[in-house]
Nanobody
């Protein structure tokens, strides 16, 4: 099991940037692909992006492609979500999650461990 704690959320204006961090506990962090998901008020949770175990493969939802970047530091047991050019529609609670395997996967059912989430609010 991997325990995850997100941080870095906040209130920003449209066009601004934020970097979310997700700190993981446990020695198996590098054995998991790590995903980011988000849930806006009144909406279902949706996939944002994922990075494989080694950090050399990523995949993003079309809605964030070109604006968001996921990276990881396995020595620090941390995964990051750099969010640039934020839009009001990016407002949501953002969650990081550890998948069961090494490679990128989009289906949230493939993720066993989740953080508590961090709020990101983008004003227009």
């Amino acid at each position: 099991q991997v325990q995850l704690v997100e941080s870095g959320g906040g209130l920003v204006q449209a066009g601004a940037s934020l970097r979310l961090s997700c700190a993981a506990s446990g020695r198996t962090f590098s054995s998991h692909a790590m995903g980011w998901f988000r849930q806006a008020p009144g909406k279902e949770r949706e996939f944002v992006g994922v990075i494989n175990w080694s950090g050399d493969s990523t995949y993003y939802a079309d809605s964030v492609k070109g604006r968001f970047t996921i990276s990881r530091d396995n020595a620090k047991n941390t995964v990051y979500l750099q969010m640039n050019n934020l839009k009001p529609e990016d407002t949501a609670v953002y969650y990081c999650a550890a998948s069961r395997g090494l490679q990128t996967v989009l289906d949230e059912r493939e993720y066993d461990d989740w953080g508590q989430g961090t709020q990101v609010t983008v004003s227009s």
